[in-house]
């Protein structure tokens, strides 16, 4: 069964410093998400991305974020300036149709 | 009111019981909803819609109430495989961007 991946599965980097998530959505999907979870609490949303163009995106999706599809396969979350509170579990999820969607198994991010 | 509301639980039920957990919403424009299951420090995975005529998927069931803004999800002869976090998600009206709910963490024991 197809599945979402997501690289690396643990970060740990300095405050300050930027870093690169990596996912690689469902082949044939077309919608492509961006959540995270910070430890004991909700899943948030953070940006949607469709039609290589960002279609929605949460107020803690601010400057610091950037999404990109950098060829045919790969969907990133880059965050620019990384500050303590960045630190969580986050998601990439992809689907057909915006309803049903796939999650990856989560990047683990560790801001000291 | 917060958006999506559940009881964080734990709701620690013996094997073969059977139970029930509430959501309430609190956008009446919400046109869709969503049981997603989460084990722990795992990746939420879609468990089932949630249709006005409700939805029935083996063991699960799920209800909408739209007068009073609430879904349910009903599991019958519950293992031990079921204990999990189930996160109820509700897009607000025009979107079908979710808004989690903090999700009710289920046990099953033997």
């Known amino acids: 069964e197809p599945e979402v991946t997501q690289t690396p599965s643990h970060q740990v980097t300095q405050m300050g410093q930027e870093v690169i998530l990596r996912c690689v959505p469902i082949?044939?999907?077309?919608?492509f998400y961006w959540y995270r979870q910070i430890l004991g609490q909700k899943v948030e949303f953070l940006v949607s991305?469709?039609?290589?163009?960002?279609?929605?995106k949460s107020e803690i999706f601010d400057d610091q974020f950037s999404v990109e599809r950098p060829d045919g396969s790969n969907f990133t979350l880059k965050i620019r300036s990384t500050k303590l509170e960045d630190s969580a579990m986050y998601f990439c999820?992809?689907?057909?149709?915006?309803?049903?969607?796939?999650f990856g198994p989560g990047t683990r991010l560790l801001v000291l | 009111r917060k958006e999506v509301e559940q009881d964080p639980g734990p709701f620690n039920v013996p094997e073969g019981a059977t139970v029930a957990f509430n959501c309430t919403y609190s956008?009446?424009?919400?046109?869709?909803f969503f049981w997603y299951r989460q084990d722990c420090r795992k990746e939420p995975k879609l468990l089932m819609s949630?249709?006005?005529s409700g939805n029935e998927d083996g063991r699960f069931t799920a209800q909408l109430n739209r007068a009073s803004q609430y879904i349910s999800l009903l599991i019958r002869d519950s293992k031990l495989s079921d204990s999990a976090t189930y996160l109820c998600?509700?897009?607000?009206?025009?979107?079908?961007?979710?808004?989690f709910g903090r999700g009710t963490s289920l046990i099953v024991h033997p």
């Open positions: 999820a992809s689907s057909t149709t915006p309803e049903t969607q796939y």
């Open positions: 082949s044939n999907h077309l919608y």
């Open positions: 991305f469709y039609n290589n163009e960002i279609s929605e």
């Open positions: 956008n009446s424009a919400s046109q869709s």
């Open positions: 949630v249709y006005s």
């Open positions: 998600v509700v897009p607000p009206g025009g979107s079908y961007i979710p808004t």
